[in-house]
């Protein structure tokens, strides 16, 4: 199995003049409220653990004030940890020197953010090529790296223009550009798209997930919309009060709510489209022992299909659905099953 691409352990964030002694009044069980009326310090970030593989897209999430931002930036030591361990690439970040914490910002990080501060007097191809500028790149590979990225991103023929001249939803496409444009491995996505209108929110959520299956960029995605989080995510990680509550896939996330707060969350959010047949399915033999059929004719579906696929495939008909994983029969969902599925959301 490979190792994790980014791995966080324990990780704690005290803001204030007197962090230690808060550290240990916090892991000792003191409340926030606590910690700020005796020493006037603030818990950002409570005994955080994360671990991202390689090539995933993993979101956290939470409301204004959980934390999620802060434990992004713990990732390149924007913000220095009061405690815990921090591993990127199989680097121990709190160990980098000065230097080499600069060298592992400008050449496997990107960073994108909800208002990208682009640079207002440059064109977009420059604004591009910046982070090569910063490297000494020639400027010949510049604009060739620069236009191969706006092309990525589809503004192709806008290399010239001011920001000024853009659309909010184009500007954000040349923060992604300039992201792309050192070739990072990882990606820091700080609620990139909330500042958008939906159509160009969801438009550009596409396209990153496009680009990040062409590419295969493990991102660390910060939102606070739990359905941009189920969309883009392959794991989501929900936050409150700095403290991370409940880590899974959207399908985990949704239907086995770890409490009250993420149940808040998920209650309005569909399952048709999240859970599995892999996850409703029965063996074949409970099936047949109930009324035999012939597996041959009936539709067949992979674990993967979602129960909004399974409607189509029993619509109509009344034997189940055969369920197959590499021309082997795996299980079967019946049409009874299905229905408390989706009403239960189970």
């Known amino acids: ?51 991202v593989m390689p090539g995933e897209i993993f979101c956290i999430m ?28 199989g680097q121990d970040v709190r160990a980098l020197s000065p230097k080499a914490l600069r060298q592992l910002r400008a050449e496997r990080i990107g960073m994108v953010f909800q208002h990208m501060a682009l640079l207002p007097h440059r064109s977009v191809e420059d604004n591009v090529a910046y982070p090569l500028e910063l490297r000494g790149t020639p400027k010949a590979t510049r604009w060739r790296v620069a236009a191969e990225k706006l092309e990525l991103v589809g503004l192709q023929g806008y290399a010239d223009r001011l920001p000024k001249e853009l659309s909010g939803g184009m500007q954000q496409r040349v923060g992604l550009a300039r992201a792309l444009a050192a070739d990072p491995a990882i990606l820091l996505m ?57 880590t899974g896939t959207p399908e985990e996330i949704v239907t086995r709510p770890a409490d009250d707060y993420v149940q808040a969350f998920v209650q309005n959010i569909s399952k048709l489209g999240l859970i599995t047949a892999h996850t409703i399915m029965e063996p074949l033999a409970k099936i047949q022992a109930a009324g035999a059929f012939d597996t041959a004719s009936a539709p067949q579906a992979s674990p993967a299909a979602n129960l909004d696929a399974l409607i189509g495939l029993v619509a ?6 055969v369920i197959s994983d590499g021309g082997a029969i795996v299980g079967a969902v019946t049409k009874d099953r299905l229905l408390l599925a989706i009403r239960e959301g189970r």
């Open 62 to 89: 939470g409301l204004s004030g959980s934390g999620k931002s802060t434990l992004l930036r713990h990732v390149n030591r924007l913000i220095e940890p009061t405690a815990g361990g921090i591993r990127v690439l």
């Open 190 to 246: 700080d609620e990139p798209f909330s500042a958008l209108d939906p159509l160009i929110r969801r438009q550009l959520q596409d396209q990153f997930l496009a680009l990040s299956q062409k590419l295969g960029k493990t991102t660390l995605f910060i939102t606070h919309d739990l359905d941009e989080a189920i969309r883009v995510g392959s794991r989501i990680a929900i936050m409150k009060d700095g403290r991370i509550v409940q």
């Open 1 to 51: 199995m490979a190792d994790p691409v980014i791995e966080m352990s324990g990780v704690w964030k005290i803001f204030g003049p007197a962090e230690q002694a808060a550290l240990a009044d916090a892991k000792a069980g003191a409340s926030k409220a606590d910690i700020l009326a005796r020493h006037k310090c603030v818990v950002g970030i409570a005994d955080a653990s994360i671990s």
């Open 316 to 321: 109509g008909r009344d034997v189940p659905v």
